[in-house]
């Protein structure tokens, strides 16, 4: 591991708190466009991964992105194809990998979702230019690669 001064882990420190406040505060609505069915964080995590994943989302990347085992993913997505949420199909790529989708119900949910939450966290942001925020999402997604 690198030497890492005291000075930037204040630092660090001081990003994590920001994130965690952050985290409570995006939890506390993850239960809106889902709520009769009452999905865990992990099932909404993995809906959010399949809806934005850049190539076809598979069980395999899905379990690396959330940090678990294949038995867990494939448990997950027991729930969330049961509950109509999410399909697989042939990955387009590789017809013998399944690709994860939203089903079109889902979609249209975890759509208006998105946009029920930004419209309703605009106002957190008042205080940045676009560019500053522009500039935030740039280095939140610059960590985030970097896992």
Same mark, same amino acid.
Not at 96 to 108: I, Q
Not at 119 to 133: G, I
């Given at each position: 591991?690198? &030497?890492?001064? $005291? %000075?930037? *882990?204040?630092?660090?420190?001081?990003?994590? &708190?920001?994130?965690?406040?952050?985290?409570?505060?995006?939890?506390? +609505?993850?239960?809106?466009?889902?709520?009769? *069915?009452?999905?865990?964080?992990?099932? *909404?995590? %993995?809906? !959010? !991964?399949?809806? +934005?994943?850049?190539?076809?989302?598979?069980?395999?990347?899905?379990?690396?992105?959330?940090?678990?085992?294949?038995?867990?993913?494939?448990?997950? =997505? %027991?729930?969330?194809?049961?509950?109509?949420?999410?399909?697989? &199909?042939?990955?387009?790529?590789?017809?013998?990998?399944? %690709?994860?989708?939203?089903?079109?119900?889902?979609?249209?949910?975890?759509?208006?979702? $998105?946009?029920?939450?930004? =419209?309703?966290? @605009?106002?957190?942001?008042?205080?940045?230019?676009?560019? $500053? *925020?522009?500039?935030?999402?740039?280095?939140?997604?610059? @960590?985030? &690669?970097?896992?």
């Amino acid at each position: 591991m690198t &030497e890492v001064s $005291e %000075a930037r *882990l204040e630092q660090v420190g001081r990003a994590l &708190e920001c994130l965690v406040v952050w985290a409570r505060l995006l939890d506390s +609505h993850r239960g809106f466009p889902f709520d009769e *069915l009452q999905l865990t964080r992990a099932q *909404l995590e %993995a809906l !959010f !991964f399949v809806a +934005h994943s850049p190539t076809p989302a598979t069980p395999t990347a899905l379990a690396k992105a959330l940090g678990v085992t294949g038995g867990a993913v494939t448990q997950l =997505l %027991a729930g969330l194809i049961d509950a109509g949420l999410v399909v697989q &199909e042939r990955d387009p790529e590789d017809g013998r990998r399944r %690709a994860l989708v939203l089903s079109p119900d889902s979609d249209a949910r975890v759509a208006g979702f $998105e946009r029920a939450l930004s =419209l309703s966290m @605009t106002e957190r942001f008042s205080a940045l230019t676009d560019d $500053e *925020l522009d500039t935030m999402v740039r280095l939140l997604s610059t @960590t985030k &690669e970097i896992l």
